[in-house]
């Protein structure tokens, strides 16, 4: 399995503002991804976080929003930006074991406020 | 697109069996997920199943596919206190991305 952490655990933010979530893997993994939780709902899929290049958004998510960093095969970070009450949710990073990139394991996750 | 669907809640009494049902559109789907999350939790995952195979068991835990129909189903034998929780459904989808379900919850009564 892996072990992941997230930080911030939770935050308290102004509008307006941005926020940077990091996301740490005890491992070396291939697939790194950030979800996205909003009150008493499922998780939505933000973005794939491709080590050494841009990362690859889904549908109604963009990089100005939602920048995104992969340094690394173990860390990666999710920037949360020119913050709404919208953007009030738990966001989660996700990452999938060398070897089989299927067996996918979740961080603790963020959970973000946004007055 | 991508739809997995389950129902939105359960209750069962400690140390019955509890069965929580999913059902999944994408027939591509290689692998098929359940995740638990505890309030105020991120996600543990309990077990996965790969597309080929009907069934798996895993302690008190047993997953059953039924590929034909895309449903997916978990049993929990004994259900304990600890079980209580919201128990999501998930099929990946392409690049290894995962598709979720609304979540069912999972109440235990003594």
């Known amino acids: 399995s892996a072990v992941i952490s997230q930080k911030p655990s939770r935050d308290i933010c102004q509008r307006g503002t941005s926020l940077t979530i990091q996301c740490q893997v005890d491992s070396q993994v291939t697939m790194m991804f950030w979800y996205r939780q909003q009150p008493g709902q499922s998780l939505t899929l933000i973005a794939t976080a491709n080590q050494g290049s841009e990362a690859t958004y889904e549908s109604g998510f963009v990089i100005d929003k939602f920048p995104i960093s992969r340094p690394n095969l173990t860390f990666s970070t999710l920037t949360v930006s020119n913050m709404s009450p919208e953007d009030s949710s738990i966001y989660l990073c996700?990452?999938?074991?060398?070897?089989?990139?299927?067996?996918?394991?979740f961080g603790p996750g963020t959970r973000l406020t946004v007055t | 697109g991508e739809d997995v669907e389950q129902s939105l809640f359960l209750s069962v009494r400690e140390g019955d069996s509890s069965v929580i049902n999913c059902t999944y559109t994408d027939s591509s789907s290689t692998y098929l997920y359940w995740y638990k999350q505890e309030p105020g939790a991120g996600l543990q995952l309990l077990t996965y199943?790969?597309?080929?195979?009907d069934m798996k068991q895993d302690q008190r835990l047993t997953v059953l596919l039924n590929k034909k129909d895309k449903h997916l189903s978990l049993r929990i034998a004994d259900t304990q206190t600890g079980d209580s929780a919201i128990y999501f459904c998930?099929?990946?989808?392409?690049?290894?991305?995962?598709?979720f379900g609304a979540g069912t919850t999972v109440t235990v009564r003594a």
């Open positions: 996700s990452a999938g074991l060398t070897g089989n990139s299927y067996e996918q394991y």
């Open positions: 199943i790969f597309s080929n195979m």
């Open positions: 998930a099929e990946s989808i392409k690049d290894y991305k995962l598709s």
